[in-house]
């Protein structure tokens, strides 16, 4: 029979798959996948059952709902500073997933270069080949995750027609400085190249930080795509509620790829994320907050276990130094850990295209805290197990 297509042929059984279903099997805490293990706001949850009931649910505009796309503006103005069309500049899509994967479809020609950040959420790179184009990666390292310069201007030339940035990022936990941010717009612009940037975390950063979007730089609002996610936002990821934010020259061709991938999301979760949207700064505060607090139980723990932790600027994640325990690489220790400990996490390597760094592993930290408390104790016990097997 025909070949299929090799970009997903070819893609094995990924890591995350594997720890998922070793974490079931040995029936092990999961700190490996991110998504919080509470619900996000009631009222917000209560106009969706509403709006499901006693709302139409029948096909929604292809652009999203209007109180959405004007929620999304709204939203632009009042965090960022930013003046945005809700006719012509927002755009709702099924999650940020589709949002990458509507930019990547229809800004991204065969042949073009795609420049890409490492360590990379996992879509990246299978959207940017699936487009026809070549990955240009920039290689960042724990613990400082700094962005070199002269690594991030060589990786652009002549056929770059993109940037796809993260930030804050998953699985850095890195919120880009404004230097870095300046540097990139800059070779944006002098490459005649565009942005598309997933601001997936931007509500969810830490230590006072405000995120600054790619987009609000001189000269990058004609050529950003800025992507947002309820699911992060409202901590409800399964609602897959995303949106676009991009100049019309952008949000039209993109517009035209979600029109013939999903065409629609939900009314009643659109309508829904557009009242939460709108919540009071108190409810921002706390979402930061809650999350900043459990970030510091969790690390907290590891540090008294002895394993350092890598700085966490925002996102669900912190990463975490196992150099000290004499494991040949991250895999073996995140599969070891899950049988053992019962406790699973994702190794960073899985992050690289290839030859990551082998010593870090990134737990998800947005669980209750008696869940976080009991993944310490658990780690702890088996850390303990193992000392006294080799004294
Ligand atoms: C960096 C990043 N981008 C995109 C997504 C996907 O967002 P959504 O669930 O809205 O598709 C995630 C989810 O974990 C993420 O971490």
């Not at 893609?11 to 998504?35: K, P």
């Not at 950040?117 to 879509?123: A, F, I, K, N, T």
């Not at 592993?361 to 104790?377: N, P, Q, T």
Request: proline share 6%; aromatic share 8%.
């Amino acid at each position: 029979m025909k070949t299929t297509n090799p970009v997903y042929t070819n893609l094995s059984m990924t890591i995350f798959e594997v720890m998922s279903r070793l974490a079931i099997e040995h029936d092990a805490i999961n700190l490996g996948q991110g998504f919080p293990d509470v619900d996000g706001p009631d009222d917000v949850k209560r106009l969706a059952a509403e709006e499901l009931t006693s709302g139409l649910n029948q096909y929604p505009p292809m652009m999203g709902v209007v109180e959405l796309r004007q929620a999304v503006a709204a939203a632009n103005a009042r965090f960022h500073g930013l003046d945005i069309d809700w006719q012509g500049e927002v755009l709702v899509t099924s999650g940020a997933t589709e949002a990458l994967s509507d930019c990547m479809a229809a800004l991204i020609e065969p042949g073009d270069e795609v420049v890409a950040v490492e360590p990379l959420y996992d879509c990246y790179l299978p959207l940017i080949r699936r487009a026809g184009a070549t990955p240009r990666l920039v290689r960042l390292t724990p613990p400082d995750w700094r962005l070199d310069p002269a690594m991030l201007a060589a990786a652009f030339g002549a056929r770059t027609k993109a940037i796809l940035i993260n930030d804050p990022m998953n699985p850095a936990a890195k919120a880009f400085t404004d230097d870095e941010r300046a540097l990139i717009a800059d070779l944006v612009i002098k490459h005649d190249a565009y942005a598309i940037c997933d601001e997936v975390y931007e509500h969810i950063v830490f230590d006072g930080r405000r995120h600054h979007p790619l987009m609000t730089l001189p000269g990058m609002r004609e050529r950003a795509v800025r992507i947002g996610s309820a699911g992060k936002t409202f901590s409800l990821t399964g609602w897959k509620v995303g949106y676009v934010t991009a100049a019309p020259r952008l949000l039209d061709p993109i517009t035209k790829a979600h029109q013939f991938t999903t065409f629609t999301t939900p009314p009643n979760l659109q309508k829904a994320v557009a009242y939460g949207l709108a919540k009071g700064d108190d409810y921002y505060r706390g979402l930061a907050g809650d999350l900043e607090r459990k970030r510091d139980r969790f690390a907290a723990g590891l540090v008294d276990l002895g394993l350092p932790v890598v700085p966490c600027a925002g996102t669900y994640f912190i990463s975490c130094d196992i150099s000290s325990l004499g494991f040949a690489d991250d895999v073996s220790f995140c599969r070891t850990m899950t049988v053992e400990a019962g406790v699973a996490a994702v190794p960073m390597s899985a992050f690289y295209d290839r030859d990551g760094p082998k010593n870090f592993v990134r737990f998800c930290f947005s669980k209750r805290d008696e869940v976080l408390d009991e993944a310490i104790g658990r780690l702890s016990a088996w850390l303990a197990r193992r000392d006294r097997a080799s004294a």
